[in-house]
């Protein structure tokens, strides 16, 4: 029989106003358990990075799985211009300095007004960010700490006509190799190659975000190619995402844990010749189901 619950009532406490807590010591609490922040059981990487001429960024915490980043910056008391603005220059440090890693912004407050969630998710749209909403609260002698994620990222829908808009223009192969570098290209032209064996008429569309296909002048997307120097990402389209997603934990081809419609896969153009059936049935049936769409 479970432990019987009893009634308690929690009284808030103002961490900002408080004489025994500060911004130092709730750092010392999320980097002691990560997972307070409910984001999941990620490991701390970095406490107080130093960046020239921007201050300091409280922490920087890991996903182990994905090996995603998580730019975290904290505020006591409620959240205001600057902490934005502090936020969003990190996570732009953080991701020009190591661009082969995916980063993701989180802002800790204990109070996110209306009026600034309205301004963080204008932000949403070109930043994936966090907002993270913490509170204390007293109970029985003890302080309890609970958070509560006021805005997540923006899950990304297929229809990409509003991508292509936005970032279509001015990308071409030499854009790719010069930010993804040219040793993973191979491998996308690799599954590319595939793709074409199921619908011929796919041409590669190299975007400033991503490479896609398209059809007949038509955004296709059955796969969506994000090439890094060390990797490729890639998003394929496709029903049975959690059946896959069983298949492939056994095998080397990394299966990411995001916010996403697709199954998002990581490898490396070696791990992609070592298991080249195993993409080929995993890119037709893509293509099919695609195919049964039309």
């Given at each position: 029989?479970?432990?019987?619950?009893?009634?308690?009532?929690?009284?808030?406490?103002?961490?900002?106003?408080h004489?025994?807590?500060?911004?130092?010591?709730?750092?010392?609490?999320?980097?002691?358990?990560?997972?307070?922040?409910?984001?999941?059981?990620?490991?701390?990487?970095?406490?107080?990075?130093?960046?020239?001429?921007?201050?300091?960024?409280?922490?920087?915490?890991?996903?182990?799985?994905?090996?995603?980043?998580?730019?975290?910056?904290?505020?006591?008391?409620?959240?205001?211009?600057?902490?934005?603005?502090?936020?969003?220059?990190?996570?732009d440090?953080?991701?020009?300095?190591?661009p082969?890693?995916?980063?993701?912004?989180?802002?800790?407050?204990?109070?996110?007004?209306?009026?600034?969630?309205?301004?963080?998710?204008?932000?949403?749209?070109?930043?994936?960010?966090?907002?993270?909403?913490?509170?204390?609260l007293?109970?029985?002698?003890?302080?309890?700490?609970?958070?509560?994620?006021?805005?997540?990222?923006?899950?990304?829908?297929?229809?990409?006509?509003?991508?292509?808009?936005?970032?279509?223009?001015?990308?071409?192969?030499?854009?790719?190799?010069?930010?993804?570098?040219a040793?993973?290209?191979?491998?996308?032209?690799?599954?590319?190659?595939?793709?074409?064996?199921?619908?011929?008429?796919?041409?590669?569309?190299?975007?400033?975000?991503?490479?896609?296909?398209?059809?007949?002048?038509?955004?296709?997307?059955?796969?969506?190619?994000?090439?890094?120097?060390q990797?490729?990402?890639?998003?394929?389209?496709?029903?049975?995402?959690?059946?896959?997603?069983?298949r492939?934990?056994?095998?080397?081809?990394?299966?990411?844990?995001?916010?996403?419609?697709?199954?998002?896969?990581?490898?490396?153009?070696?791990?992609?010749?070592?298991?080249?059936?195993?993409?080929?049935?995993?890119?037709?049936?893509?293509?099919?189901?695609?195919?049964?769409?039309?």
């Amino acid at each position: 029989m479970a432990d019987k619950l009893n009634y308690r009532k929690a009284t808030p406490v103002s961490l900002k106003d408080h004489s025994d807590f500060n911004e130092k010591w709730l750092q010392a609490r999320i980097a002691d358990d990560p997972a307070i922040l409910g984001l999941g059981e990620l490991e701390v990487r970095s406490l107080e990075v130093s960046h020239p001429k921007a201050g300091r960024l409280d922490l920087l915490l890991r996903d182990p799985e994905s090996d995603r980043r998580y730019v975290v910056e904290i505020q006591l008391g409620a959240t205001d211009a600057s902490h934005i603005i502090r936020t969003l220059e990190y996570w732009d440090i953080q991701s020009k300095r190591y661009p082969h890693l995916d980063h993701c912004a989180v802002l800790v407050a204990e109070d996110i007004t209306s009026r600034f969630l309205n301004v963080i998710g204008l932000f949403n749209s070109a930043v994936p960010i966090i907002a993270i909403q913490l509170n204390a609260l007293a109970v029985d002698g003890s302080i309890v700490l609970n958070a509560v994620t006021v805005l997540d990222e923006i899950v990304r829908a297929d229809d990409e006509e509003e991508d292509d808009q936005k970032w279509g223009q001015g990308a071409d192969r030499a854009f790719w190799e010069q930010k993804a570098g040219a040793a993973t290209l191979p491998a996308v032209d690799a599954c590319f190659a595939i793709l074409r064996e199921f619908r011929p008429n796919l041409t590669l569309r190299y975007n400033r975000q991503y490479i896609g296909e398209y059809e007949d002048g038509m955004a296709e997307h059955i796969v969506k190619f994000w090439p890094r120097k060390q990797w490729v990402r890639a998003g394929i389209r496709i029903a049975d995402k959690e059946v896959w997603r069983q298949r492939l934990a056994e095998t080397p081809i990394e299966v990411l844990d995001v916010k996403s419609r697709r199954l998002v896969i990581q490898f490396t153009k070696d791990v992609f010749e070592r298991n080249r059936e195993l993409f080929l049935e995993l890119l037709k049936a893509a293509c099919e189901e695609s195919g049964d769409e039309d």
